[in-house]
């Protein structure tokens, strides 16, 4: 199968200057669109990271954007339909990165800085020459970046979909996002426990619990 990664960063998207503007990150799913007389409808949902006060700062701000049709949170996940007025360049775009042959390997990651990265496959080279191509000329005609990290064949390993993970608790999600954040799990680590929990604001005995018990919930679905 051939892969095809690369990032983006569309100056029009109602998302990625709220990343920017909030100091969030996005995990991001674009389910599907339509169009209805000169606008376009798209359904998303997505995951948010980052600190409580920045996440539900970007929840409110984006609730008040009048692309916004409907929207539901809850906690750090939301659903929403949003649209825009259609554009022959972005409907040709839309065309080919919603071909029923590509597979979305993982979310889009919509980064702090505004920039997304993508991860696509197919078993046609041609479906990807096509994302490239488009990817290039809408923003040519609508403005951003566009940067080609890798392109080649290869086996898939496996798909990351947002359902498969297990709930966790508001405490457990922070203390595992800061973990990872300050690269708590590289080698050699960068931080303590004692320096997380003081970041987080809680003694260390309970950023270590729920530390573990976020670990203890995630660690089962990568040792099947």
């Known amino acids: 199968m051939w892969v095809l990664k690369f990032k983006s960063k569309e100056?029009?998207?109602?998302?990625?200057?709220?990343?920017?503007?909030?100091?969030?990150?996005?995990?991001?799913?674009?389910?599907k669109y339509y169009v209805k007389k000169d606008q376009i409808y798209f359904i998303n949902s997505g995951i948010v990271s980052g600190e409580e006060s920045n996440k539900k700062a970007f929840f409110n701000d984006l609730k008040k954007d009048k692309k916004i049709k409907e929207i539901?949170?809850?906690?750090?996940?939301?659903?929403?339909?949003?649209?825009e007025k259609t554009v022959e360049a972005r409907i040709s775009a839309l065309?080919?990165?919603?071909?029923?042959?590509?597979?979305?390997?993982?979310?889009?990651i919509f980064d702090?800085?505004?920039?997304?990265?993508?991860?696509?496959?197919?078993?046609?080279?041609?479906?990807?020459?096509?994302?490239?191509?488009?990817?290039k000329k809408l923003q040519k005609v609508i403005g951003g970046e566009f940067q080609l990290l890798s392109f080649k064949e290869q086996k898939i390993k496996d798909l990351a979909i947002q359902s498969i993970m297990p709930n966790?608790?508001?405490?457990?999600k922070k203390a595992l996002e800061l973990a990872i954040q300050n690269n708590?799990?590289?080698?050699?680590?960068k931080i303590t426990l004692k320096k997380l929990a003081k970041i987080m604001k809680i003694s260390e005995?309970?950023?270590?619990?729920?530390?573990?018990k976020a670990e203890e919930k995630i660690i089962p679905f990568f040792s099947k």
């Open 95 to 108: 065309k080919t990165i919603y071909n029923q042959k590509i597979i979305f390997l993982k979310p889009t």
């Open 168 to 172: 966790l608790s508001t405490q457990q």
């Open 11 to 31: 100056e029009f998207n109602i998302y990625n200057k709220r990343t920017i503007k909030f100091n969030i990150k996005i995990y991001f799913y674009s389910q």
């Open 72 to 83: 539901e949170v809850n906690n750090d996940f939301f659903v929403s339909v949003y649209s």
């Open 205 to 212: 005995s309970t950023f270590q619990f729920h530390l573990a």
């Open 184 to 189: 708590y799990y590289g080698y050699p680590r």
């Open 112 to 135: 702090e800085q505004g920039v997304e990265e993508w991860e696509i496959a197919s078993f046609d080279r041609k479906d990807l020459e096509k994302v490239i191509t488009q990817a």
